[in-house]
């Protein structure tokens, strides 16, 4: 009969995940891991496998916790515009308040693995599909309340929302101020408001 495990693995996984975001894949090392899980290596490589096993995890724990709970604005509201609006201000207040300015998770990851690693490219993929997707609902009920015109393609415009979305990440990394974010957010609904 196996032992019961003396470490919570859920917890493990959360710090994990919260090492991955501070340094990245390639800087961790497994020594950093087992320190921050409060775990020895063998109960890591017994529990999760191998680093990179680890990394799939926490990348997608972010996906479940961190990218839901930026899309709850998009994914949950009968708003439009709005919802928009409100997720990229979300946006930039989480930005700014990140000790260290982290960045986001899986743009980090994008960056750093995405060209060499398809288990990874594959998590980075489905994210932005979803973010993406959510956008694109937030337009077309953007459209049915008559706050955008009916001749543009939805479909790019929610593309567009995505890439910016992903490019505030990576600028919060170099901590711009509240002023820049909220400059560039202005310039994407300038944008919007002409479709």
Known sequence: MPRPKEFDPDKALEK???VFWRKGYEATSVQDLVDQMGIN???MYDTFGDKHRLFLAALNRYQQKMVSENLRTLEHSQEG??????FFQASVDWALAQKGCQGCLMTNS???LAAHDKDAAAIVRASLKRIEE?????LLRAREKGEIGESQNLRDYARFLTNNAQGLGVLTKARPDRRV??????IIFAGLKKI
């Open 110 to 112: 994008a960056v750093e």
């Open 41 to 43: 290596r063998f109960s």
């Open 81 to 86: 515009l709005r919802a928009i609006r409100r």
């Open 134 to 138: 959510a956008f694109y609902k937030a």
């Open 181 to 186: 974010l909220e400059g560039i957010v202005r």
């Open 16 to 18: 994990a995940m919260h």
